[in-house]
């Protein structure tokens, strides 16, 4: 019995004493290229809504880690960004159910302030109608975004933590350019 507690207080240590990733809760992002805020274009949430840009103080919250993961609606978090395929240039961005893991639901928060697909070599990209998918490029101005916290809708972005790992593709994509 006292085996049992002491390996469950060293696994309880360990869990304890490991770095926590922080969480942008309730953020707003914000093109670069024109300022505007990224929102879904209705309230009725569901699959296929469009992720539209508003202006940032009509522009509904999302929750993003640096690094990997989901970039949820804080609003209903059953939903999050969805890039289509996620490999086509010119994919609309859309709201659909969450599916941990999944592809195309499945962005990386970049240290020079690019939202892309894990794995993959599509960045998100303020397209002139709308927010799209398009290749990650150097030097893309379009592909820049700012995490806006609170109400704060200046241009001033949150600084960015260095992730502890890079994701495949678009980074090494960026960097070979």
């Avoid at 241009?155 to 790992?165: E, F, Q, R």
């Amino acid at each position: 019995m006292l085996s049992i507690i002491l390996i469950l207080a060293t696994f309880i240590l360990s869990v304890t004493s490991s770095p926590l990733e922080k969480r942008y809760t309730g953020v707003r992002i914000q093109s670069y290229r024109d300022g505007k805020c990224l929102s879904p274009a209705s309230t009725n949430f569901a699959n296929d809504v469009q992720v539209i840009s508003v202006n940032c103080s009509q522009a509904l919250r999302w929750n993003i880690n640096p690094g990997s993961g989901s970039i949820i609606l804080q609003q209903n978090t059953n939903f999050v960004l969805d890039a289509g395929t996620g490999t086509d240039n010119n994919e609309i961005v859309k709201l659909w159910q969450s599916y941990p893991t999944l592809f195309q639901q499945t962005w990386y928060l970049t240290t020079d302030q690019r939202i892309a697909i894990t794995g993959g070599n599509q960045c998100l990209d303020e397209g002139p109608n709308r927010p799209q998918t398009y290749q990650c490029y150097t030097g893309n101005t379009n592909q820049i975004w700012n995490i806006l916290q609170g109400n704060n809708l200046g241009t001033t972005p949150i600084p960015l933590p260095t992730p502890s790992a890079q994701p495949t593709g678009c980074d090494d994509e960026l960097s070979r350019r």
